[in-house]
């Protein structure tokens, strides 16, 4: 599982990874309007109360979001084949020969041996979930885009899931062999394309046109995959916000550096000054460590303290919105609904910000993980254009912290079509999910011998899973889970039982758990006992079609794994 900021649950704690659904304990896995400065040509509505109404911002994708896409140059044969893919319908995987691919978001893609897409990730990319007024999903963007609105921010969606290695890692600073670029953790369209696992893969393109506006701010919404465990709190698609605001260097002619930068200090003072108060109990922590969490050379201490600052306000106020909207529906615990909620921020580390942060809430008993940010890599910055600003970013799990919002218990809920659960939200307001029914449980055990090699293993990117422990989860791979046969190294992930559970049950799985494993005295093999609990949402399942979709895992297991059946 990977502990992200994003997503929602309960995780093990390790302090690196946000947006990913969650890291806490009790919602399953690991998930921010300001006062007054720099008025660049904004030529944004004016701010917007939740719920707005203005038509949602979007970018020239081509301009804003496909920055780096690569046209690959291939054989004929090859290249007939991706022209044949633009026919075909979307989202689907094509087979011919020996070639595969698909179309998506009407880029073509041929697959090559890197590529890992699943049929059922791939039916789920063009729901847009942020873009159905009434769903829980668009309801909690509009909520949060309420608090970073114009004349500051713009907001932006971004309906294509496909992004370049480029895009999503090394322009934010992830080391050649992090664990969020692994096969076993990262959907592969081909070896230079992924299904983006954070909203940050955008950042180098927002940056850039930032620099090209002279705007001040963004958040950017869109949906995120990542192959990851199985629970009431994880699933393999989910949704993140991404948000930025920079403060730019006015020098006017007759100022020096020094004294710009004196003004740019006031008006990030006056900004502080002209946010909004709040409520809650904040336990802080300190804006930077010297050898822990570094501010950067480039940056004047004084300055870096204010922007944290302004950062951790904003974010606060976000959390004191949301869950003052959360109390007054009714969601949490009644007795405690007229307390101060407590916050604390703790250290955290990201590749593409430092110093960097966390933002937990307590609730319900349980320190919820919510929010990933920092001040921006220098380095980022001048990348784009703005080698003289510096700012803020954050990302947040939307799922996370929709399912406090509304209280819904399960992530899968978000993907229903039933309308007994869509009938339930209305655009604007939040009212507390009432559960429809409990339907039963049925679990299946499968138990196997671990092989000594599995097709994710063999890897030509070289990505070791799990490897580089010391470094964060953001964006995906979790470092912190064992592979369950790490004495058979590299032999086999537990994330490709995962994907194939997800592939064959898709949301009739509710979790799965590893219940049991040994390695045999003599031969030194492992073996694993995963238990599967199927149960829909919406309905009674039947025994024989538990015991077909069991036996399907079962076979896909041991086809495509290799594993064998004890
Ligand atoms: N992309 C991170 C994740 O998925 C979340 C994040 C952390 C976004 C820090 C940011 C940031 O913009 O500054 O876990």
Known sequence: MRLTVTGVVVRAARSARITTPQRVTSLSSRVFRTGCSIRTQSTQAAPQEFPHTRPHSRPAEGDLLKSQKSIQEEEPSRRAFQNRLKEEKANTVVQDGALSGANVSGTSYVFDSISNLSPSILNLTDRRLYDIPDHPICITRKLIESVFSAPFYTNHTVADPVSTTADNFDALGFPADHPGRSRTDTYYVDSKHVLRTHTSAHQAAAFSHMARTKSSGYTICADVYRRDSIDRSHFPVFHQMEGARIWHLNQPENRTRLQAMKMRKERLREDIASLEGHNLIVEDAPT??????????????????????????????????????????????????????????????????????????????????????????????????????????????????????????????????????????????????????????????????????????????????????????????????????????????????????RDVGGTLVEDVKLTDEFVHPKSGRKSLCYRINYRSLERTLTNDEVNALHGTVTERLVGELGVELR
């Open 288 to 501: 930077f460590d010297k050898a822990r969490n570094p501010f950067q050379i480039e940056h004047d201490e004084e300055e870096v303290r204010l922007v944290v600052q302004h950062l951790k306000r904003n974010f606060e106020l976000l959390i004191h919105r949301i869950f003052t909207a959360a109390t007054a529906a009714g969601v949490g615990d009644p007795s405690t609904k007229d307390e101060p909620l407590r916050v604390r921020w703790v250290e955290a580390y990201f590749p593409f910000t430092s110093p960097s942060f966390e933002l937990e809430v307590l609730w319900q008993g349980e320190w919820l993980e919510l929010v990933g940010s920092g001040v921006v890599q220098q380095p980022i910055l001048s990348k784009a254009g703005m080698s003289r600003s510096i700012g803020w970013a954050w990302g947040v799990g939307i799922e996370r912290l929709a399912m406090v919002l509304f209280g819904i218990p399960d992530i899968r809920l978000f993907w229903s079509q039933d309308p007994r659960f869509l009938s339930q939200f209305k655009r604007g307001t939040v009212t507390k999910y009432e559960p429809f029914s409990k339907f039963p449980a049925c679990y299946k055990d499968v138990a196997f011998w671990v092989p000594a090699t599995s097709p994710s293993a063999a890897s030509p990117l070289n990505i070791p899973d799990g490897g580089n422990a010391g470094v964060a989860a953001a964006a995906g791979g979790d470092a912190t889970k064992a592979n369950p046969a790490e004495v058979q190294a590299s032999a086999f992930h537990e994330n490709d039982v995962m994907e194939v559970v």
